[in-house]
């Protein structure tokens, strides 16, 4: 056997003699019964059929408690749902023989909507209330309410997704592109019926991922192990293109109402949230987006009074994947464009508003935490409202504006400018990995190299700069004399999922404390040195009617947001003039692999916001052209020395901050994204 | 179906079926894997090489076009000085390269070098368009194409 991994190859670039390519066979309805299915008796006998009642184990993934099959048995939930898999050595005849296979279904009516739904579509509800919001409501000076939507997150990473098998002696070795290699093993253990022990998982090269490959990838590693496990023959599962797009999954669409009741001054009162996210036929990780939804929707602003209730609605899609913010970033969304048009309706500018009603040390959030440290937005605020001459425009964009009659030519151009502000936590905050034990191992060898060995997987190579970096600085070892061992699960402790800023807050962390228990043994004991150090998660918050006990996402990172936009009279077209994020996550490491990372997280967010399914064009042959100048500071007033999260700052904050600007600059409100010239053109209709 | 064409340099005759992809071809056959299949619809310039002496998407590129045609894979192109120069420009310019789309990326870069030794910012932009890939280190590939160019003027 000549198999073997090495730098640069990404999970398609596999091959071995004799291996078998596996396509799928999908559903074409949205929800229905199997009533039959025939497959052609003359298939070649090189072509193996697997279905569901083949599956030697579990037919199932897990996730955090909720599960969906790995192959539908009598029912499918979504089109693209996957009823059978087909293995040969030559994928054309394959194609051939899928297409000649008949599968009948008894169809039912779909679900298809998030706003109209059934009892038995609701996955999962919260409800948060704190105050009095009732008798609140009725004593509100003033209420005013919005309804905010944000569409879904597309999948559109360029390396497809994928998984190839095959048996080394008695051990499956299963190459999988994933954020969560020990998933991947659990997964395919309990599909084939045999024990973790009998399986190594190797990550190859990825290119980012955007939280797309938290989970997914675990599904089509069971596909191919499948395959190996019948046939004892290699096997490799590439999806093809459109199955990437249409199939894998994309982050959850949210619509969120808003009733806020305001008093004399413009200050909130109360505010009664409602909140609905479609997660999708299957609710992996519905509870996790449900919690941050709930969260991120109160916002940083101080209320008495509030009510909050969220549900997760299946529909019959393809169930929804992790993606940036996992549910922070549609909740920042509804409640950071709330705040600006509650300020605009009282006629208070929107820095002052914001900065009015943040919430200060002493006060308690809406999951009913006492706020124990200086929180800095009010700083983070002012300097990027200086650094942008936020007030200034803002007001003159505003005075020209109301000059105006409607969109009209004008030789004057149409700008706008938004503010939003947000925050982020690190990890996972719901159910799911109470008690887990994370580790990371080190070892100094006699030559003075140094060897890190976690199942931490670094897309785009920061993390493992970043991880190197930390031992180096503490044990005196020069970069070059580091490795970091090919992230997987043979020999190497489990580290948890790479998402959600967790390669810095969770596995840094790690290397660090087991760096300094290197360095205490260095030179008391002979080489090599081996030690590695656990960290073991906290108790998940709980949700109790009323309540919302425990603290959430220690350390905090925080982020005040400006855009400037030009709006195009004519063609309704939208140019971004400026962008200008102040955050402060702590010690940041490395600025400019920092600033880089928030450079493409901006760009990320301008795609959601603007183009989603409608322009699949825009990012790639329009976008591009006009990358907005960006500018980024980092300030921390507390001087904290411990690094927080960066990545989800700017998808939550960007959106709700170009929305505002683009309301300023039309003089139409927009309260859904994506928007397109299209949009704003149905909404001069209807205002 | 015997078609003999020039592979990096090399003559090669192979025998394919007419319509099977170039990229197929360079990939399974020839084990070139730096041409990568994406989206087999040319849209995400993943799989791009030189068709003789242009930059052409390879999963476009039927097996019965390649008759006494000249390929040239990014394979090859790596070991040419013009590659060197592209690469130390991009990596003075801190570009973090991504190590699916980079070698597509450097085989655009030449060829818009060869027609533009000087390029702006928009025309980098505008060659570079073509490519979808969520690395988007946007600043550091503009400056560090610049780069490329200034190096290449100098070598030549």
Known sequence: ???????????????????????????????????????????????????????????????????????????????????????????????????????????????????????????????????????????????????????????????????????????????????????????????????????????????????????????????????????????????????????????????????????????????????????????????????????????????????????????????AGSYSGLGLAQGFFSIETHTSRISELSQIDTYNWKRANIIRKGRHTVTGDPVVTEVPLEELLSRVVVNSDFQRKRAAYELLRKRRNGIEESPIPYRGIGLATAFQGNSFIGKGEEGATYSVRLRLDKDGSLTIFNSGVSEDGKAAAIWKNTAGEILGIKNENIKLEIAGTEGIPNTGPSTLSRNITIIRKLIERCSQAVKKQRFRHPLPIELSRNIHLPRPIEWKPGIFNGKIFPPLSWVATVVEVEFNATTLEVEVRGIWLCIDAGKILDQKSARKRIEAEVLYALEWASSALEADDILYSEKILSVPPIYIEFFSKSKRNQPGGIEELAMSSVPSALISAISQATGYFLDSIPFSPQSIQRLMEEQ | MNIRFTLNGQDVLIDVEPERRVLNILREDFGYFHARGTCYTGECGACTIFFNGEIAPSCLIPAFTLRESKVITFEWFSETEDCQDIIKGLADAGYESCKYCTPARILVIHALLENNPRPDEDEILRALSGMRCYCSDYTSLIEGVKNAGLIRNRRR
């Open chain 1, 1 to 319: 056997m000549t198999f073997s991994i090495s730098e640069g190859m990404f999970v398609e670039d596999f091959f071995e003699d004799g291996m078998l390519h596996v396509i799928t066979l999908r559903s074409t309805v949205k929800r229905g019964k199997i009533v039959s299915v025939k497959i052609p008796e003359e298939i070649p006998e090189s072509v193996t059929v697997i279905g569901a009642k083949d599956i030697p184990g579990n037919n199932s993934i897990e996730v955090f408690g909720r599960t969906m099959p790995v192959l539908a048995s009598d029912f499918v939930r979504y089109t693209g749902e996957p009823v059978l898999l087909l293995a040969g050595p030559v994928e054309k005849t394959l194609h051939e023989i899928i297409d000649n296979i008949e599968v009948s279904y008894e169809e039912e009516t779909p679900w298809t909507s998030i706003k109209n739904y059934s009892k038995e579509q609701v996955a999962e509800e919260r409800i948060i209330v704190k105050g009095n919001p009732e008798q609140a409501m009725v004593d509100a000076f003033q209420i005013i309410e919005g309804e905010y939507t944000t569409d879904t997150q597309v999948n559109r990473t360029i390396d497809p997704h994928g998984a190839f098998t095959l048996y080394h002696g008695k051990i499956l070795k299963v190459i999988s592109p994933t954020q969560w290699p020990f998933h991947v093993k659990s997964t395919v253990a309990g599909v084939l019926g045999i024990s973790p022990r009998s399986i190594s998982v190797h990550v190859p090269e990825m290119s980012p991922s955007l939280e797309g490959k938290l989970w997914y990838p675990s599904l089509l590693a069971a596909h191919a192990a499948l395959i190996s496990y019948k046939t004892g023959k290699p096997a490799k599962i590439i999806l093809r293109y459109e199955e990437n797009i249409l199939f894998t999954p994309s982050g959850a669409s949210v619509y969120i109402s808003n009733k806020t009741g305001i008093n004399k001054e413009g200050n909130p009162v109360v505010m009664d949230i409602s909140i609905t996210a479609d997660t999708g036929a299957y609710p992996i990780l519905a509870r996790e987006l449900l919690d941050r939804v709930c969260i991120a929707s109160a916002g940083v602003y101080a209320c008495k009074n509030m009510r909050v209730q969220g549900k997760i609605i299946l529909t019959n899609t393809p169930p």
